[in-house]
């Protein structure tokens, strides 16, 4: 009787990690757009699953800065403003930062392949103009020390980002933002964290002042197209 309930709990976790996917992939390529409303109903009829997974599936995503619940009137997706975009970038970098100091001596050839391996995933997703994968490579390559060194409290704490992070970005892509680029910053992190700690978080610093620079433009009223600077 146990082993069954087990089964049917990691069941329930199964769809509710894929109804998460599926609403976080529509709102990542605007499918549902900011301050839209999220029908439990809908996503459930498309997914041929019940209401309360789609709604354990939204609490998901709440905590991920996707979506918010407003009391007595349901589930929208998250809107940033500019002091957003400011938090989120100086959060992330606080974070990585730290990740960084605590994993300087134990980053392996085996790290540096698989970041580089990250990097390949990118550049190939973004000449296919793959845009949801480019973003769930920025992901993993930020995120990659930050799991290295803390699988709790700190990964957790990045997680709230990542949601916020991989809005703006994809907003960036189809504004203009120049696709093939984003491999290539990525590559050039990888070279300087392969130089040492301290020249990665130098290029990690401008790439993040970068970043809240170009989403800060993009958010203006009327911004659409990226110009270089």
């Known amino acids: 009787m146990l082993q069954n309930t087990s089964h049917t ?11 998460a996917a599926y609403i976080r992939e529509a709102i990542l390529t605007g499918q549902i757009l900011p301050e839209e409303r999220i029908v439990p109903s809908v996503i459930a009829d498309a997914l041929k699953t019940g209401r309360g997974v789609i709604r354990e599936a939204l609490m998901v995503l709440e905590t991920e800065g996707l979506v918010e619940n407003i009391p007595y009137k349901g589930s929208f997706v998250s809107k940033l403003n500019r002091d957003d975009i400011g938090e989120v970038c100086s959060l992330r970098l606080m974070i990585e930062t730290y990740s960084v100091k605590e994993a300087a001596n134990a980053i392996t050839e085996e790290d540096y392949h698989s970041l580089a391996g990250i990097c390949r995933q990118m550049q190939e997703s973004a000449s296919q103009n793959r ?12 995120g990659y020390l930050v799991k290295k060194v803390s699988q709790s409290i700190l990964y957790d704490a990045w ?15 189809t504004r203009g933002y120049p ?4 491999a290539e910053e990525h590559f050039e992190l990888l070279e300087e ?18 970043t809240k ?3 800060c433009e993009f958010h203006e009223p009327g911004r ?3 110009k270089e600077t």
Do not use: N, W
């Not at 709990?9 to 109804?19: C, F, G, N, P, V």
């Not at 696709?179 to 984003?182: A, C, D, K, L, Q």
């Not at 964290?193 to 970068?210: F, G, I, T």
């Open 179 to 182: 696709i093939p680029r984003v």
């Open 9 to 19: 709990q990691i069941y329930r976790e199964t769809i509710k990690s894929q109804a």
């Open 159 to 173: 997680d709230i980002t990542s949601g916020k992070m991989s809005t703006l970005f994809f907003s960036m892509f």
């Open 224 to 226: 659409h197209i990226y």
């Open 193 to 210: 964290l392969k130089k040492s700690p301290e020249a990665y978080l130098d290029a990690l610093h401008c790439h993040y002042e970068r």
């Open 131 to 142: 845009l949801y994968d480019i973003v769930k490579c920025d992901s993993a390559f930020h």
């Open 213 to 215: 620079r170009c989403q």
